[in-house]
Nanobody
Framework: QVQLVESGGGLVQPGGSLRLSCVAS????????MGWFRQAPGKEREFVAV????????YYGDSAKGRWGISRDNAKNTVYLQMNSLKPEDTAVYYC????????????????WGQGTQVTVSS
């Protein structure tokens, strides 16, 4: 059974940082590109970032460019999202997801999802 378990969310002040982690089990981790999405109340699920199977190629959505970094450790079956310079509009539930395909930017392309971790940016 495949499981993706996110952690690291919480309440942070504007301008602060958080590091999200996602540990995968039940799949051959290195065969999947790993992505992060987010969903705020009343909004559609939004692409944040994705990293290739080997970890060599990251892609970012507009919300993450220049502020955040995605990385992975295939030995630990873990993908990370380092979020800096957080803004109130970054408040959302953040999900990690795994895809065996090559279409990265739409959530329909992903095979497996975690349950999500809440990030709240507020003073």
């Amino acid at each position: 059974q495949v499981q993706l378990v996110e952690s690291g969310g919480g309440l942070v002040q504007p301008g602060g940082s958080l590091r999200l982690s996602c540990v995968a089990s039940g799949l051959t981790f290195s065969r999947y590109a790993m992505g992060w999405f987010r969903q705020a109340p009343g909004k559609e699920r939004e692409f944040v970032a994705v990293i290739s199977r080997s970890g060599g190629v990251p892609y970012y959505g507009d919300s993450a460019k220049g502020r955040w970094g995605i990385s992975r450790d295939n030995a630990k079956n873990t993908v990370y999202l380092q979020m800096n310079s957080l803004k109130p509009e970054d408040t959302a539930v953040y999900y990690c997801a795994a895809t065996s395909g090559t279409e990265y930017y739409t959530h329909y392309a992903y095979d497996y999802w975690g349950q999500g971790t809440q990030v709240t940016v507020s003073s």
